[in-house]
T-cell receptor, first 112, second 112 residues
């Protein structure tokens, strides 16, 4: 059974640019959640997708957006990057909206 | 507002020296409390889910317990490979989506 995978592993962007991060959910999982983790902090909830629709959002501005595809993989898009967007971005999948969440390895984003 | 506080922030133990990590929480109607282990630069690894006060779960040298206001992660006779950051999270709901609200973590170091 393949776990949650994320790409790319690392990414360096400059302020004002746009970035797309990708996540493949674990087999059999239809729900994907995205989190931002700053250094030394716990993950912060960005949003959740369930069956291709956004199903809830944390305190992040609209320049953070996402998609979920029919195979339940997902993308996180961030526009107009700011220095504070530098963080580890984590994707988690679950077999339903209310089940345990299993995390991928993350994408380390650095904004210069 | 849902909140999770973990203590201590960092803990150094000698191999074989047992101890406990604390997670205190305030949440409007606890549905689940989760423990994760996170190694540097990697995604959190799921350990336990606890649903009701009095519940206990065990895995190898780790045991998690839950009361109405806090959870403990007991580590018995730890080994150097148990060194990691341990994250506690509560399950909260925002407009139908399940999100995890994380504490800042306890960084555990086991010296040989």
């Amino acid at each position: 059974e393949t776990g949650v995978t994320q790409s790319p592993t690392h990414l360096i962007k400059t302020r004002g640019q746009q970035v797309t991060l990708r996540c493949s959910s674990q087999s059999g999982h239809n729900t994907v959640s995205w989190y931002q983790q700053a250094l030394g902090q716990g993950p912060q909830f960005i949003f959740q997708y369930y069956r291709e629709e956004e199903n809830g959002r944390g305190n992040f501005p609209p320049r953070f957006s996402g998609l979920q595809f029919p195979n339940y993989s997902s993308e996180l898009n961030v526009n107009a990057l700011e220095l504070d967007d530098s963080a580890l971005y984590l994707c988690a999948s679950s077999p339903g909206r209310y089940n345990e969440q299993f995390f991928g390895p993350g994408t380390r984003l650095t904004v210069l | 507002e849902d909140q999770v506080t973990q203590s201590p922030e960092a803990l150094r133990l000698q191999e074989g020296e047992s101890s406990s990590l604390n997670c205190s929480y305030t949440v409007s109607g606890l549905r689940g409390l989760f423990w994760y282990r996170q190694d540097p630069g990697k995604g959190p690894e799921f350990l336990f889910t606890l649903y009701s006060a009095g519940e206990e779960k065990e895995k190898e040298r780790l045991k998690a317990t839950l009361t109405k206001k806090e959870s403990f992660l007991h580590i018995t006779a730890p080994k150097p490979e148990d060194s990691a950051t341990y994250l506690c999270a509560v399950q909260a709901f925002i407009r139908g989506a399940q999100k995890l609200v994380f504490g800042q973590g306890t960084r555990l170091t086991i010296n040989p």
